[in-house]
């Protein structure tokens, strides 16, 4: 009698998680499909589900028209050294926030939550003159520069370090290690969860970023994927299958990824809600 509720409960569960799991996923199938449509199957009405013959050619078009490995390499670049200088630094900054006594401490780290209710946007300019002053517009240094400090990451850092003992660092600095050795070698290597959380949304956050690199970059070949796909939206029309066909080819690296390291995406993720 008691388990007639539950496997009700698991059922109607199931059912919702399948149910939004197809609502998902019926994006990425819809722009597969559209990748191989004609133009006119694309602009029919009422519209064309499937095609009437696959186009792959569209792949080979957009492959063509679109230096994809540009692109890639840019996206890498920015990708990697986002991550590494925005970690690194935040882990700075919450360590010092979290477990470090030092004036203005507090002042600091509202200014930290302050900015990340600012929006984005409103720092482009900033930004942009900043690149511009230093002679950096146009190239692949200036994709990397928003990125390399994350009050996001900071918050998210700060979180981790202040579940740990403080006793931790009163023995590290009984034992004469300092201050460095105390974070590098004892604190940072437990908070690994949450450097794995940083790293996997600094990673998602940078590559579907678009407005700055449209912004800052002008040359194709200083694109990232996303901004170089938006060059193929036109003002007045747009080839949707070859639009299509470079977002499915774009999407491949990320899908490889989460394929490779599936298990360390989930477990990163489930960390940010706490222990």
Same mark, same amino acid.
Do not use: C
């Given at each position: 009698?008691?388990?007639?509720p539950?496997?009700?409960?698991?059922?109607?569960?199931?059912?919702?998680?399948?149910?939004?799991?197809?609502?998902?996923?019926?994006? %990425?199938? @819809? =722009?597969? +499909? $559209?990748?191989?449509?004609?133009i006119?199957?694309?602009?029919?009405? *009422?519209?064309?589900? &499937?095609?009437e013959?696959?186009?792959?050619?569209n792949?080979?078009?957009?492959?063509?028209?679109?230096?994809?490995?540009?692109?890639?390499?840019?996206?890498?670049?920015?990708?990697?050294?986002?991550?590494?200088?925005?970690?690194?630094?935040?882990?700075?900054?919450?360590?010092a926030?979290?477990?470090?006594?030092?004036?203005?401490?507090?002042? %600091?780290? @509202? =200014?930290? +939550? $302050?900015?990340?209710?600012?929006?984005?946007?409103?720092?482009?300019? *900033?930004?942009?003159? &900043?690149?511009?002053?230093?002679?950096?517009?146009?190239t692949?240094?200036?994709?990397?520069?928003?990125?390399?400090?994350?009050?996001?990451?900071t918050?998210?850092?700060?979180?981790?370090?202040?579940?740990l003992?403080?006793?931790l660092?009163?023995?590290?600095?009984?034992?004469?290690?300092?201050?460095?050795?105390?974070?590098?070698?004892?604190?940072?290597?437990?908070?690994?969860?949450?450097l794995?959380?940083?790293?996997?949304?600094?990673?998602?956050?940078?590559?579907?970023? &678009?407005?700055?690199?449209?912004?800052?970059?002008?040359?194709?070949?200083?694109?990232?994927?996303?901004?170089?796909?938006?060059?193929?939206?036109?003002?007045?029309?747009?080839?949707?299958?070859?639009?299509?066909?470079?977002?499915?080819?774009?999407?491949?690296?990320?899908?490889?990824?989460?394929?490779?390291?599936?298990?360390?995406?989930?477990?990163?993720?489930?960390?940010?809600?706490?222990?």
């Amino acid at each position: 009698m008691h388990n007639e509720p539950t496997k009700k409960s698991k059922l109607f569960i199931h059912i919702v998680l399948i149910i939004g799991s197809i609502i998902m996923i019926l994006p %990425f199938v @819809w =722009m597969f +499909l $559209t990748s191989g449509k004609t133009i006119p199957e694309t602009t029919s009405i *009422p519209p064309t589900i &499937l095609p009437e013959s696959f186009q792959w050619v569209n792949y080979k078009n957009v492959w063509n028209v679109l230096p994809f490995v540009a692109f890639f390499l840019n996206t890498g670049i920015m990708i990697v050294v986002r991550v590494v200088t925005s970690t690194l630094f935040s882990a700075m900054a919450a360590f010092a926030v979290a477990k470090l006594e030092f004036p203005g401490k507090n002042l %600091f780290f @509202w =200014m930290v +939550l $302050t900015q990340m209710m600012i929006p984005s946007q409103i720092f482009l300019t *900033p930004q942009y003159l &900043l690149v511009q002053n230093i002679g950096m517009l146009n190239t692949v240094t200036a994709l990397i520069i928003p990125g390399i400090i994350s009050a996001f990451g900071t918050f998210l850092l700060r979180q981790f370090f202040m579940k740990l003992p403080d006793e931790l660092m009163e023995a590290a600095t009984i034992d004469g290690a300092n201050i460095w050795q105390v974070f590098a070698k004892i604190y940072l290597p437990l908070a690994k969860s949450g450097l794995v959380s940083l790293a996997i949304f600094t990673t998602l956050f940078a590559y579907k970023d &678009l407005m700055w690199p449209l912004i800052v970059n002008i040359s194709q070949e200083k694109m990232t994927l996303s901004a170089g796909l938006a060059s193929l939206q036109g003002q007045f029309t747009s080839n949707y299958p070859q639009l299509m066909a470079g977002s499915v080819i774009s999407i491949i690296p990320m899908v490889i990824l989460y394929i490779i390291f599936q298990k360390q995406f989930i477990q990163g993720i489930a960390s940010t809600g706490g222990k």
